[in-house]
């Protein structure tokens, strides 16, 4: 088996630059506003493909986050994050979903933290596979929440 591990086509290069000039475009957007909404489903415990792509453009050295030999300081200061999280499968809330939403935030509050956003907040939607009355309260709580947050906000 041979493997070619230091070369790379055309295309590859191509891709290469065509991903550090979408990251650095993103970037910039952040740069500009001060608050950010993010809203995603919870799906299978871990957040969607798209969004981690986001955030692998997002968080870049030299772009959002500068560093020396010493330490590294994210760009984003005195911004704000909102996630607005809904949960469609229906796990019993429970010990286990609690481990879920704490893994789910601390990878969020890492990633933006890392690159300067230090306030960051959180509101969920429970039991979204379903049409029934839990489906709904849950819908109505979380559209409560987000009123009252968004008003200070």
Do not use: C
């Not at 957040?47 to 300081?73: F, G, M």
Request: glycine share 2%; hydrophobic share 40%; no cysteine.
């Amino acid at each position: 088996m041979v493997f070619q591990t230091n070369i790379k086509s055309d295309r590859s290069i191509l891709d290469s630059i065509s991903e550090l000039f979408s990251s650095k475009e993103l970037v910039d957007e952040l740069l500009l506003n001060d608050r950010y909404l993010i809203s995603l489903p919870i799906l299978n415990f871990i957040i969607p493909s798209t969004l981690k792509t986001y955030i692998d453009l997002i968080a870049r050295t030299n772009l959002a986050v500068t560093e020396n030999t010493h330490d590294s300081q994210g760009l984003l200061h005195g911004k704000k994050l909102l996630v607005i999280a809904n949960q469609i499968n229906n796990y019993p809330r429970n010990k286990n979903q609690d481990e879920v939403i704490k893994k789910f935030e601390s990878y969020f509050r890492y990633i933006f933290e890392y690159i300067g956003v230090t306030d960051i907040n959180f509101i969920y939607a429970y039991n979204q596979s379903e049409a029934n009355l839990d489906r709904d309260l849950a819908i109505a709580n979380a559209r409560i929440s987000i009123n009252n947050f968004i008003s200070d906000w």
